[in-house]
């Protein structure tokens, strides 16, 4: 693992590495991490935020507005890239929504994919480790996790798909992929078993599937006047359903639409105040 | 003029707009208008960013960490783009530094340039007029500037050469660009008259020749890790000494070194709030 690059930033670090991966094949991946300024023997708990389609590692500190409020709040951040990079698969730079900048946060089993397509074993169990042997001061024990559309969707699936997370908060995610034409296409090309394998990466399911469990803590906001809600993308009437045939209430599971917003940055760095909030409520807990 | 995009961010909205521009010899250019949420009536003081080297007009915007302050603190923004585009001109597109995201916020007077790089006239007369027809709830008479690198000179230099701004305030400015690399070669290029020509739009020149003026309030931040300050591209030194020279306290002329930050965005971003709060004093006094 080696250091990239660190920049100051509202009085802590926010620093890229670059690792070599077990999860993805043995490719090398780039990740940041902010910490907050901070004393002898703090420890920070941690944040993920998981990106959208056609972004990487830095689109969340750039554009999410995420950083400044992190600091005031005491949450470090994790920055993970969307996909593995440099896999050399045929027809892996071909799409915007499959292969580069476009993992879905799965563990691909399609024979093409199935080495190097492994961003949710990465994200879940590689990611932690790495960053845990930086010797930062961070309290591994404490994690939530955030995204953004195709980061949303993971953010979702990977904490009802685990028990790591004490919350999960997503703008405008992909609330029912195995409906949704994204979600079609990547569990088509990525899984063996297709859409029906897909199943274990939908969050409405997996949500359906969560009845009863007890730490269930999700925070979901989306735009009225985003384009991908009205192609049929998103689909948060499903996850609103799940939640309601699980026995949900708004405090386990809070979706909300926001009049007038879309599916850019704009929307997500309005929001963002409320959602590192609602995790710092949950992880200082 | 014909809007572009518009998209809601922190109650209000931000738009694109796309004019043909006289002072940029008639080719078209864009701009970002961000308007907080408003009531009937209300009207919003104006400050707009200039950016960098090889940025446009949604580097502020979408980095800069502004709007949520903006918003916050009831200012409206203005964000015009770093150079005229698609000039035609021999070489325009070859050096990072020179030609297109390369403006300088100046009026060119050499032959090859002097049709449509007058970023100068485009800033403080043509711009304000186009965003005056759209007949947005602003008050045009308040107006301030601010502004990064290459967009930090330009702010710094429009205020002092005209009186239209209350306050100017700048992220790591080129201060003496007459005596940097950047200064000289825009100049040399720009300019018939050269570096000599070049004096007008030197902030540490000009700064000295405003002595006795009675609105001048300027804020400056540069980090001291900051690369182009260690080459000598911005020269903060020399806009402090011509603060003294002219006899400008503190008050008037705030210049401060902040330990450990870079050029980046990550740099302006966290300084962000200071900037628009400095504004917001001056545009609401």
């Known amino acids: 693992m080696t250091e990239v690059s660190s920049n100051k930033a509202f009085g802590g670090y926010i620093t890229k590495y670059k690792a070599t991966s077990e999860s993805l094949g043995g490719l090398t991946t780039q990740f940041n991490v902010f910490v907050p300024a901070h004393t002898e023997g703090q420890k920070f708990p941690v944040l993920y935020y998981l990106a959208g389609l056609t972004c990487n590692e830095d689109t969340g500190p750039w554009k999410g507005n995420f950083l400044s409020i992190a600091a005031a709040e005491g949450i470090a951040m994790i920055f993970p890239d969307t996909s593995p990079r440099g896999a ?32 949710f074993s990465f994200v879940t169990k590689e990611l932690p480790k790495l960053v845990n042997d ?39 995610p992909v609330c029912n992929p195995t409906k949704s ?31 009863g469990r007890s730490n269930v803590a999700l925070l979901i906001d989306y735009g009225a006047q985003d384009q991908f809600l009205k192609d049929g993308q998103l689909l948060p009437e499903a996850l609103s359903q799940a939640a309601q045939n699980a026995g949900f209430n708004e405090n386990q599971v809070n979706i909300r639409k926001q009049e007038g917003y879309d599916h850019s940055y704009y929307f997500i760095s309005t929001f963002a105040s409320d959602h590192i909030k609602y995790h710092a409520s949950h992880l200082r807990a």
Chains 1, 2 share one sequence.
């Open 88 to 119: 050399e698969i045929v027809g892996e730079e071909d799409s915007w929504d499959i292969g580069t900048g476009a993992g879905f946060y799965l563990d691909a089993t399609a024979d093409k994919w199935a080495k190097h397509y492994r961003m």
């Open 134 to 172: 930086l010797q930062l001061p961070l309290d591994m024990n404490r994690q939530s996790i955030m995204g953004h559309s195709m980061g949303g969707h993971g953010a979702l699936t990977l904490f009802l798909a685990t028990l790591q997370y004490r919350s999960a908060s997503a703008f405008a």
């Open 181 to 211: 034409p994204w979600g079609i296409k990547a569990f088509s090309n990525y899984l063996k078993g297709g859409v029906e394998e897909g199943e274990k990466y939908d969050a409405s399911r997996l949500l359906e599937k969560a009845k």
